[in-house]
């Protein structure tokens, strides 16, 4: 016979187990009844400011503009931003903070290539849904990470378009060609273009430089690019570089076509260039700003006017409708789990968007079991210095995956 405090003990376990068998699920991390919590890292401060900052901006006028309609699915959006200076270390840091200490629910934002890479054990270990369209490298999705979605072009595609515009679009066939990159994983991915063009269309590689990350004389490697009677530079900078070759090359009297990434697609780099800018060109995957044709470029900039101060409208970028891509790619996924959501859940619904439409600011938006990059189209832009405008030359073209 049981004793009466063990009887005592056996019932209030029952009891405690039968109002837990009825206790709701606790919400997900990040969620609650009226609000969902994102994280975003960007460079905020130094030279790759122009970069992080466009994007955090697109992210603010995507917040207003969910938010004035009432959230999604009835929950508002909160967005914690943190700088990382453009230090892999440093975003290894926040990342640590955003997710133990804010309890972010996913990322619309990681910073550079290097930095999501620093990055990938921990988004991997909770699971955390990230859209990533700030720097997209081969490495973030091959081998594929299962909650990590890309979009976008890699540089590798971006610099094989380049050897095409060159070709087919220049005259350029019998030109000479030389390459300067980064020595990095973002240079790498330039080389990786590089290679791939010169070998595709034919053309001749006289010279192949590399120059340090943070580097800020390049004398020495123009005066060597130079040396090798190469008339088209295809640029592997970040975002300055492209600015301080031309204006090396302006003053040694090299007079050589530069074609450059995307990052070369944004007016401080265009002014920067003043004296040696006669029309350089660029591969990107979103159109210019001043696209107002296009339904996306339209419905995003006049957005921004209406949320953002004069001063912060005047800091977008092409990295604002890149990160308003990703904006509504992640709006999209969390729509589609209504009430039950789940970063699972979101991951689910990112892995089943199959050509969907962002108003012509990329190509529809797919992905796939065990494919985590959407390939975008890229296309090629050229600065037009007198009215301080880019402008498109080609119609976005897909490059497969090499």
Known sequence: MLKKQTKKWLLGALC???VLSFTPAQAEVGVTKDTIVIGSINPLSGSPSLLGRAHWLALQVWIAEVNERGGINGRKLKLIAEDDGYVPARTRQMAKKLISKDNVFAFLGTSGSSHLLAIMPLLDKDKIPVVNTLAVNSAHFDPPHPTVFNIGATYCMEMEYAIELAVNHLGKK????VLIYQDDDYGKDTRCGYLNGVERYGVKDVGQFKYKR??????AEILKAKATGADVLISGGVVAEH?????EAKKIGWDVTMIGTHAAHLPPVQALMTGADDGYYVIDYVPPLTQMDIPGVKRFMDNAKKYLSEKEYKGLNRYSLASYVGSLVM????QQCEEALTRSCVVEKLESLDSFQVGGLM???????GNRFSISGVLAVQSQPEEKIFKMVTEPKVIPVR
């Open 331 to 334: 709006e999209e996924a969390i």
């Open 214 to 219: 943070g580097q800020k004389d390049f004398s």
């Open 243 to 247: 600015a301080i070759f031309m204006k």
């Open 16 to 18: 405690l187990g039968g």
């Open 174 to 177: 019998d030109s000479k060609y």
């Open 363 to 369: 190509s529809g938006v797919t992905f796939g079991e």
